[in-house]
């Protein structure tokens, strides 16, 4: 069982780029979310979606842009990245299940790095 | 809105002594507390959660964690610690987005270093 899986694990852009980060659960669940973690600054939510089809924005939403075509995916889009967008980013999952307790399952990061 | 703050960046200490790594919460309504721990270049991994009930939470690997409503803290305890239990340990509270779908909000996070 692989739970949430991130694809890449690590990427080097350049200023303007553009690229995409893959998540994918094989958990069946309902809510994805897209996290960025920067030091000394804890975990800042970007995007969530309850549910295939849904997507909304988060506490850091700026320059980023998501989409949930299928259950199982949550993509994480950078149109054109800056420097500031260097940080690790963690997606996490959870079920109905959860609706009340709100464990999430994380992947296990994609280190961007942006020159 | 929900918040957490986790007043020491680092704590240091030294293995079989017994280890508290603070957490204190603002929130409107009922609390809804965990602890997640991340070991180097890994995810967060769960630990333990307070929704109700019994003010003393058990969880994963050994550690526990205290819910004090007057003092709006849930530190987290291991009576004896191991060198194995470094790693960055982050509190968070259920947030606000989504309404009752919230989200995780996260601690700045506090590394836990225990020496042999």
């Known amino acids: 069982n692989a739970g949430v899986t991130q694809t890449p694990k690590f990427r080097v852009l350049k200023t303007g780029q553009s690229m995409t980060l893959l998540c994918a659960q094989d958990?069946?669940?309902?809510?994805m979310y897209w996290y960025r973690q920067d030091p000394g600054m804890g975990l800042r939510l970007i995007h969530y979606s309850v549910g295939e089809g849904t997507t909304a924005k988060g506490e850091v939403p700026d320059g980023y842009n998501v989409s949930r075509l299928k259950k199982q995916n949550f993509l994480l889009g950078l149109e054109s990245a800056a420097p500031s967008q260097t940080s690790v980013y963690f997606c996490?999952?959870?079920?109905?299940?959860?609706?009340?307790?709100?464990?999430?399952?994380f992947g296990e990061g994609s280190r961007l790095t942006v020159l | 809105a929900q918040s957490v703050a986790q007043p020491e960046d680092q704590v240091n200490v030294a293995e079989g002594n017994p280890l508290t790594v603070k957490c204190t919460y603002s929130v409107s309504g009922n609390p809804y507390l965990f602890w997640y721990v991340q070991y180097p270049n890994r995810g967060l991994q769960f630990l333990l959660k307070?929704?109700?009930?019994?003010?003393l939470v058990k969880g994963s690997y050994g550690f526990e964690a205290e819910f004090n409503k007057s003092q709006t803290s849930f530190h987290l305890k291991k009576p004896s610690a191991l060198v194995s239990d470094s790693a960055l340990y982050f509190c968070?509270?259920?947030?606000?987005?989504?309404?009752?779908?919230?989200?995780?909000?996260f601690g700045k996070g506090t590394k836990l270093s225990v020496k042999p």
């Open positions: 958990m069946n669940h309902e809510y």
């Open positions: 996490a999952s959870r079920g109905l299940a959860g609706a009340n307790t709100g464990e999430l399952f």
């Open positions: 968070a509270v259920r947030g606000d987005y989504g309404g009752s779908q919230g989200n995780l909000i």
């Open positions: 307070y929704i109700t009930g019994d003010n």
